[in-house]
């Protein structure tokens, strides 16, 4: 039986469900076993009281039974965080941030394990740089989901990438921008572009109405995920400012209290705040357009948004801004604006079935893009 371990920058059982979430369920339902091993939370976090952390400091150091194959697992450091430890790494290439935190995960790999011996290490969060030498490892794989240093605005992640890639097998990611940039720094090893799938039965499956939609008259158009600086938020308030007639609804944690002061009074403007994943289907069933609005901030280039084939599984067309990824990937139902509601409006008059949408949407599941990583990485 195949030892698994993925290395992510986000906790399974919080608000945000990343793509090593479901590729860890995948791989543990295939009978491999998986430990599913998250940024370490550190003495400062305690002091941070967001939604994230409030679970975290609940989780920190247990290993979260999930199935019989797999476990999550947050480790505690009495490190500062990366973010202060990365002047020290770009000078001594010693990660302290993971040095610290060595025995606890190496306890809690030994005892799921039975040994340190793993088949298989699979890095998406290269602040966990150093993981890597915890355990006797047959093959390494660098998988980043993003352009990291793009995204954190921290250069010092380059060099982190580099020392992983140095130990690497066979480099993954999931989008092309992406690619090229971690070929850039060696282009000899295998690789493999996988973008961000779908958890296909999660999303078909009818669910009711959500009751807060029972108030809603009119078009609903939808955003679900992440509102930070890659979120092009004044396009949202762009298209509730210009179509009263158009319920703009917003799901996902708001850290900046101040935007809901800001547009309180924009009446088809709805901020609901974080929704469970197993109720979230709901509201993207019962909507009638999905919203990517992506800003112009530099990571977006690289993002693979695991929300577009969400969003097409339950039928809604989506309306994005222009990306060359999401260009190159040239689907039918996926819509560029300039102009928000101009596109918006054109979009309506098309009056396109949910069924057409989401046909062919199966192939991109979670199941399927595991199957091909893991055949990938058996031949590396």
Same mark, same amino acid.
């Given at each position: 039986?195949?030892?698994i371990?993925?290395?992510?920058?986000?906790?399974?059982?919080?608000?945000?469900?990343?793509?090593?979430?479901h590729?860890?369920?995948?791989?543990?339902?295939k009978?491999?076993?998986?430990?599913h091993?998250?940024?370490?939370?550190?003495p400062?976090?305690y002091?941070k009281?967001?939604e994230?952390?409030?679970i975290?400091?609940?989780?920190?150091?247990?290993?979260?039974q999930?199935n019989e194959?797999?476990?999550?697992y947050?480790p505690?450091?009495?490190?500062?965080?990366?973010? $202060? =430890?990365?002047?020290?790494y770009?000078?001594?290439n010693?990660n302290?941030?993971?040095? +610290?935190?060595k025995?606890? &995960?190496q /306890?809690?790999v030994?005892?799921?394990?039975?040994?340190?011996d793993?088949?298989?290490?699979?890095i998406?969060q290269?602040?966990?740089v150093?993981?890597?030498?915890?355990?006797n490892?047959e093959?390494?794989i660098?998988?980043?989901?993003d352009?990291?240093?793009?995204m954190?605005?921290?250069?010092?992640?380059?060099?982190?990438e580099?020392?992983?890639?140095?130990k690497?097998?066979?480099?993954i990611?999931?989008?092309?921008?992406?690619l090229?940039?971690i070929?850039s720094?060696?282009?000899?090893?295998?690789?493999?572009?996988?973008e961000?799938g779908?958890?296909?039965k999660?999303?078909s499956?009818?669910?009711?109405k959500?009751?807060f939609y029972? $108030? =809603?008259?009119?078009?609903?158009?939808?955003?679900?995920?992440?509102?930070d600086d890659? +979120?092009?938020l004044?396009? &949202?308030? /762009?298209?509730a400012?210009?179509?009263?007639?158009?319920?703009?609804?917003v799901?996902?944690?708001?850290?900046?209290q101040?935007i809901?002061?800001?547009?309180?009074?924009?009446?088809?403007?709805?901020?609901l705040?974080?929704?469970?994943y197993?109720?979230?289907?709901?509201?993207l069933?019962?909507?009638?357009?999905?919203?990517?609005?992506?800003?112009n901030?530099?990571?977006?280039k690289g993002r693979?948004?695991?929300k577009?084939y969400?969003?097409l599984t339950?039928?809604l067309p989506?309306?994005?801004?222009?990306?060359?990824e999401l260009?190159?990937?040239n689907?039918?139902?996926?819509?560029?604006?300039?102009?928000?509601s101009?596109?918006?409006?054109k =979009?309506?008059?098309?009056?396109l079935?949910?069924k057409?949408?989401k046909?062919g949407?199966?192939n991109?599941?979670?199941?399927? /893009?595991?199957e091909n990583i893991?055949k990938?990485?058996?031949?590396v």
């Open positions: 039986m195949k030892k371990i993925f290395v992510s920058h986000t906790f399974i059982g919080g608000p945000f469900v990343v793509g090593s979430h590729l860890a369920q995948a791989f543990s339902k009978g491999y076993q998986v430990i091993i998250s940024t370490p939370f550190t400062l976090h002091f009281k967001n994230v952390n409030i975290k400091k609940e989780r920190v150091g247990k290993a979260l999930l194959n797999l476990i999550d947050i505690f450091t009495f490190s500062p965080p990366w973010s $202060t =430890l990365k002047y020290l770009s000078i001594t010693k302290l941030f993971m040095s +610290l935190a025995k606890n &995960i /306890k809690v030994a005892k799921f394990f039975g040994s340190l793993v088949d298989y290490l699979i998406d290269p602040t966990m150093g993981i890597e030498e915890m355990f490892v093959k390494i660098y998988r980043p989901t352009l990291y240093a793009d954190l605005n921290d250069s010092s992640i380059i060099n982190a580099k020392n992983i890639i140095s690497a097998n066979g480099l990611a999931t989008s092309k921008p992406v090229d940039h070929r720094f060696d282009n000899s090893l295998p690789y493999m572009l996988v961000n779908v958890d296909f999660h999303f499956e009818p669910q009711l959500p009751e029972e $108030t =809603l008259e009119g078009i609903k158009a939808v955003y679900a995920g992440a509102i890659r +979120l092009d004044d396009s &949202i308030v /762009k298209l400012k210009e179509n009263l007639n158009i319920n703009v609804i799901i996902g944690p708001i850290e900046n101040e809901l002061q800001r547009y309180s009074n924009l009446k088809n403007l709805h901020f705040g974080p929704i469970k197993k109720e979230l289907p709901a509201y069933q019962h909507s009638d357009i999905a919203l990517l609005p992506l800003s901030h530099k990571a977006n693979s948004p695991m577009l969400e969003y339950t039928g989506v309306l994005t801004k222009k990306t060359e260009e190159h990937r689907e039918k139902y996926v819509f560029f604006y300039e102009n928000i101009t596109e918006i409006r =979009l309506i008059s098309l009056e079935s949910k057409e949408v046909e949407i199966e991109y599941s979670w199941e399927a /893009k595991s893991i990938f990485i058996d031949k």
